[in-house]
């Protein structure tokens, strides 16, 4: 059993998704931040683990929920974690169909998710520079000295990637032309020309995370009020 779990001020504001059940610094930040400011936080509970597992005819899958979101992306999951049937695909593909119903993504300002890595897996800003991994999938990165590289966003729009650097944060803007396909929201975002950002914090950040999300919703929400002490 899958929960997607809506956490709704009532109050406007950005909408949220946490989609990786064990991250919960990112749960614990988005909530303190509309408590006060407003907005909605959906997330994926399930085992209070990264990847989802099901049963289908006998045979057990996994797959990690960020790489969903195109059936290459759900091909190499699957891959990666278990192993592949066209069962299986069509099986997260109205699993994945089913959530973007749910957060109506079209319908949002933006899209932002939120997620915490571990400092032992080394996944920071520094990965995304010239001399890094993942240096193909960032056109622009902007590092900021006293900022742990391993709390960042990640956007898909040149405009927001202005605004965050100019406010000193750590930013990369997404490749979007020459990006691969691995199924993730940043992706499929991209493609069907939707605002995304992550904001992707180390875990235990609470405070730093609430902060980077706070100054997000301000840049939507320019005027708007806090609604709790």
């Known amino acids: 059993t899958i929960d997607l779990v809506l956490h709704d001020t009532a109050v406007p504001g950005l909408t949220y998704l946490n989609i990786h059940d064990e991250e919960n610094t990112s749960v614990r930040a988005a909530l303190d931040t509309i408590k006060l400011s407003g907005g909605r936080v959906f997330e994926l509970k399930h085992s209070n683990t990264r990847n989802i597992t099901f049963n289908l005819d006998g045979v057990e899958y996994e797959f990690d929920p960020n790489r969903i979101f195109s059936e290459a992306g759900i091909t190499a999951s699957l891959e990666r974690f278990s192993s592949v049937s066209d069962e ?87 490749d979007n032309e020459h990006m691969t396909d691995d199924g993730s929201l940043s992706v499929w975002s991209a493609q069907h020309q939707i605002p995304y950002a992550n904001i992707e914090v180390q875990e235990g950040h609470r405070r730093v995370q609430a902060r980077m999300i706070q100054l997000l919703h301000e840049m939507y929400f320019p005027d708007s009020d806090l609604i709790a002490d």
């Not at 960042?152 to 605004?163: A, H, K, R």
């Open 88 to 174: 299986a695909i069509a099986a997260v593909t109205l699993f994945a169909d089913e959530l973007l119903q749910q957060i109506k993504p079209a319908e949002l300002n933006i899209l932002v998710t939120l997620h915490n890595n571990e400092r032992r897996d080394n996944y920071s800003i520094e990965r995304f520079t010239a001399d890094g991994d993942y240096a193909n999938e960032a056109l622009k990165i902007s590092i900021i000295d006293d900022i742990d590289p391993n709390d960042f966003y990640f956007v898909t729009e040149s405009n927001l990637f202005i605004q965050l650097s100019q406010n000193n944060q750590n930013v990369v803007l997404q």
